[in-house]
C-alpha cells in the first residue's frame, strides 16, 4: 500500500441507514484503495435491515464505527467528521463506490504537491441495478466560486477538504433537507475564500436515484434550498437562475463533451 511520510492521512466519512442491498460494496471500496493511510469512519443511524451486520463483519477495517440514531443525513456527516482525526477528510455515500482502487493515492498526492485547502473532481453516474454501466458523466470543471449563483458546485462525493476548515469554518447544517453540502461549498469557497484545485478525472461512481435525484418534486426543494444558501451567504441569484443550469447540463448525457 502506498504511502510516505509527507502524505497526509486521510478520514472517509460513510453515513449509512438501511442499505444493506450497497454498503459492503462502499466499504470494500475503501479498503481496497492501494494507499495505506486510510481512517474510515462509518455513522449508521441504527439501521434495521442488515446493513448492520454487514459492517460489523468488516469492522476490524474500520478506523470507527458509530451506530447510534441521528437527526439525518448531516447531522450524520457532522459526527462522522468530529470522529474523523486525519488531516484530509472526505464523504464516501453508503451506495457510492471510488473508480478504481489508486483513487486516495492520488488525492493524497496533490495535496502533498500543491498545498492546498480543498480538492474537487468529477463523477460517475452509474445504474442501479448495473453499477458498471456509465449512464452520466458529471464534470467540475465548469465549477468556481461565482458560478454558485447559477446552481454549479462540485461534485460533492469528490470533494476533500482539510479537515481544519471544518474546524475554523462550521460543518453541514442540519435544518437543510437536501443542500446542505451545497451551502457547506458556497460558504467555504465563496465566503471564506479557502484555496481549491481541480483534479480532472472520475474519482467516484454514484448509483443513480440518491436523495438529490429522486424526482421532480425533489429538483423543486433541492433548487430553492440552492437559492435560499446562496442568499444566506451574500449572493444574489434567483430561482430562475439557479433552474437556468439545466439547459447546460445536457450536455453531460452525451459522451466525450465533459
Not at 49 to 62: F, M, N, P, V
Not at 75 to 85: L, P, Q, R, V
Request: proline content about 3%; hydrophobic content about 35%.
Amino acid at each position: 500500500m502506498l504511502s510516505s511520510v509527507n502524505s497526509p492521512k486521510i478520514s472517509i466519512i460513510t453515513v449509512v441507514f438501511n442499505n444493506a442491498d450497497t454498503i459492503a460494496h462502499a466499504l470494500d471500496s475503501v479498503a481496497s484503495q492501494d494507499y495505506s493511510d486510510i481512517e474510515h469512519v462509518v455513522v449508521d443511524g441504527e439501521s434495521t435491515d442488515g446493513t448492520s451486520a454487514i459492517i460489523q463483519a468488516r469492522e476490524s477495517r474500520l478506523g470507527r464505527y458509530i451506530r447510534e440514531p441521528d437527526k439525518g443525513m448531516y447531522d450524520a456527516m457532522n459526527k462522522g467528521i468530529n470522529a474523523a482525526t486525519g488531516e484530509i477528510v472526505g464523504i464516501l455515500n453508503a451506495d457510492d463506490f471510488f473508480v478504481d482502487k489508486t483513487i486516495v493515492s492520488r488525492i493524497a498526492n496533490q495535496f502533498s504537491k500543491n498545498p492546498t485547502d480543498c480538492l474537487y473532481g468529477d463523477i460517475q453516474f452509474v445504474s442501479k441495478n448495473d453499477p458498471s454501466r456509465v449512464v452520466r458523466y458529471y464534470s467540475s470543471r465548469h465549477c468556481s466560486p461565482e458560478r454558485f449563483a447559477y446552481g454549479f458546485m462540485p461534485a460533492h462525493p469528490s470533494f476533500y477538504v482539510k479537515r481544519s476548515v471544518y474546524q475554523e469554518n462550521g460543518l453541514y447544517k442540519t435544518n437543510y433537507k437536501i443542500a446542505a453540502d451545497y451551502e457547506l461549498m458556497t460558504r467555504y469557497l465563496w465566503v471564506k475564500r479557502i484555496s481549491y484545485q481541480y483534479l480532472q478525472e472520475p474519482l467516484v461512481r454514484m448509483r443513480t436515484g440518491g436523495a438529490s435525484n429522486a424526482g421532480w418534486s425533489t429538483y423543486w426543494t433541492l433548487n430553492r434550498e440552492v437559492v435560499r444558501a446562496c442568499r444566506e451567504n451574500g449572493m444574489k441569484t434567483s430561482l430562475l437562475k439557479v433552474m437556468s443550469k439545466y439547459a447546460f447540463k445536457l450536455l453531460e448525457l452525451f459522451p466525450g463533451k465533459h
